[in-house]
T-cell receptor, first 109, second 116 residues
Framework: GQNIDQPTEMTATEGAIVQINCTYQTSGFNGLFWYQQHAGEAPTFLSYNVLDGLEEKGRFSSFLSRSKGYSYLLLKELQMKDSASYLCAVMDSNYQLIWGAGTKLIIKP | GAVVSQHPSRVICKSGTSVKIECRSLDFQATTMFWYRQFPKQSLMLMATSNEGSKATYEQGVEKDKFLINHASLTLSTLTVTSAHPEDSSFYIC????????????FGPGTRLTVT
């Protein structure tokens, strides 16, 4: 079966750094996405990785290791507005997105 | 960037009535549209995938006679929840993709359905 695992909830302090991990087992792989979702809103795209390595985009970076079936999203200089759920999704061989359950990130002052 | 709209953003209806939700791609042609449902504190659950001009493909456990999907044009898909019940109350989100294969999905803002 297909499976995406990520922690249910994480807490971090404003100004700090947090890493959200995601492991996956899917039928084929056409890339891994990270989305941010604030409560009551639709997801917004953060990053896409299809090759191994680190992709940096401002305060957010995303890493992928295809051999390990592993990715992480790194958030630096945390701000209160970063409090949200972070969804990991993998595009399988049929180009369908398989979604993780999401990680709720709580930022404390 | 690509924009997807949904209407209405919120709807309250009585049990037994039907509700239609529209999803539009505003600045691109959406070959494929996806309908998701999300219950509180849970992740997105794909309900169905629709390609323009063809019947929608429903995920296992989703009743196609209850959740009617019509993808009549390259910019519009509709989801009709028929004979709604309180357990259908949820956050419904559509997304659209421009082509087949490796294209980014763009999400609509979602529709909050409450059935009383």
């Amino acid at each position: 079966g297909q499976n995406i695992d990520q922690p249910t909830e994480m807490t971090a302090t404003e100004g700090a750094i947090v890493q959200i991990n995601c492991t996956y087992q899917t039928s084929g792989f056409n890339g891994l996405f990270w989305y941010q979702q604030h409560a009551g809103e639709a997801p917004t795209f953060l990053s896409y990785n299809v090759l191994d390595g680190l992709e940096e985009k401002g305060r957010f970076s995303s890493f992928l290791s295809r051999s390990k079936g592993y990715s992480y999203l790194l958030l630096k200089e945390l701000q209160m507005k970063d409090s949200a759920s972070y969804l990991c999704a993998v595009m399988d061989s049929n180009y369908q997105l398989i979604w993780g359950a999401g990680t709720k990130l709580i930022i404390k002052p | 960037g690509a924009v997807v709209s949904q209407h209405p953003s919120r709807v309250i209806c009585k049990s037994g009535t039907s509700v239609k939700i529209e999803c539009r791609s505003l600045d691109f042609q959406a070959t494929t549209m996806f309908w998701y449902r999300q219950f509180p504190k849970q992740s997105l659950m794909l309900m169905a995938t629709s390609n323009e001009g063809s019947k929608a493909t429903y995920e296992q456990g989703v009743e196609k006679d209850k959740f009617l999907i019509n993808h009549a044009s390259l910019t519009l898909s509709t989801l009709t929840v028929t004979s709604a019940h309180p357990e259908d109350s949820s956050f419904y989100i559509c997304s659209a993709r421009e082509g087949q294969g490796l294209y980014e999905q763009y999400f609509g803002p979602g529709t909050r359905l409450t059935v009383t």
